[in-house]
């Protein structure tokens, strides 16, 4: 089984900063194979990122996905109040068959 | 407009049953496949659940499997998850999610905003 491990834990940035999220994963899984969720406090989950770099409808260009094989990152170009969430990355497996996140990198903002 | 309603948690005691229901609207539901995903309190997301539109393809996830039960009726545009012999570990957040795919990529385009499961004696 694939293991997805996000890096930092915590990010803690200036508005208008560059956020850059990684996340790792702990065997090849392609070029295309990744998607990243944003979780805002108290909601649900929203599709951000699919097939590792392109944008969901309605998420604003500021969001951009990128990385192959085992490295993958996330990258918030200018950092608005916002942003403020859980990110997790997300990959699906065929052997055995299913979806696994990472454990999610937290932005705050300072 | 795309909108996916959970229902259906509550307080429930370790051993006991419930029965979850995601209300879709806004798609053709017969069309798209589906999973559950729950989030445990100060978690992170954990997939429990897939099914084909047809319902021809199931996959669990190894915690819930010979537990929980997954089905849909496209009919009512109604996605279910029959949980059995419920553990305080059950206790999350659960989403109902549309899969989408990319290529051979399945991914989540569309979650309600999930019901609360709480098992608890």
């Known amino acids: 089984e694939i293991v997805l491990t996000q890096s930092p834990g915590t990010l803690s940035l200036s508005p208008g900063a560059r956020a850059t999220l990684s996340c790792r994963a702990s065997q090849n899984i392609g070029g295309i194979y990744l998607a990243w969720y944003q979780q805002k406090p108290g909601q649900a989950p929203r599709l951000l990122i699919y097939?590792?770099?392109s944008r969901a409808t309605g998420i604003p260009d500021r969001f951009s996905g990128s990385g192959s094989g085992t490295d993958f990152t996330l990258t918030i170009s200018r950092l608005e109040p916002e942003d403020v969430a859980v990110y997790y990355c997300?990959?699906?497996?065929?052997?055995?068959?299913?979806?696994?996140f990472g454990q999610g990198t937290k932005v705050e903002i300072k | 407009e795309v909108q996916q309603v959970e229902s259906g948690g509550g307080l429930v005691q370790p051993g006991g049953s419930l029965r979850l229901s995601c209300a879709t609207s806004?798609?053709?539901?017969?069309?798209?496949?589906m999973n559950w995903v729950r989030q445990a309190p100060g978690k992170g997301l954990e997939w429990v659940s897939f099914?084909?539109?047809?319902?021809?393809?199931?996959y669990y996830a190894d915690s819930v499997k010979g537990r929980f039960t997954i089905s849909r009726d496209n009919a009512k545009n109604s996605l279910y998850l029959q949980m059995n012999s419920l553990r305080a570990e059950d206790t999350a957040v659960y989403y109902c999610?549309?899969?989408?795919?990319?290529?051979?990529?399945?991914?989540?385009?569309?979650w309600g905003k999930g019901t609360t499961v709480t098992v608890s004696s």
């Open positions: 806004g798609f053709a539901f017969s069309n798209y496949q």
């Open positions: 097939g590792a770099y």
């Open positions: 099914i084909s539109g047809s319902s021809s393809t199931i």
């Open positions: 997300q990959q699906y497996g065929r052997s055995p068959p299913g979806w696994t």
């Open positions: 999610a549309r899969v989408e795919t990319y290529y051979s990529f399945y991914y989540m385009d569309v």
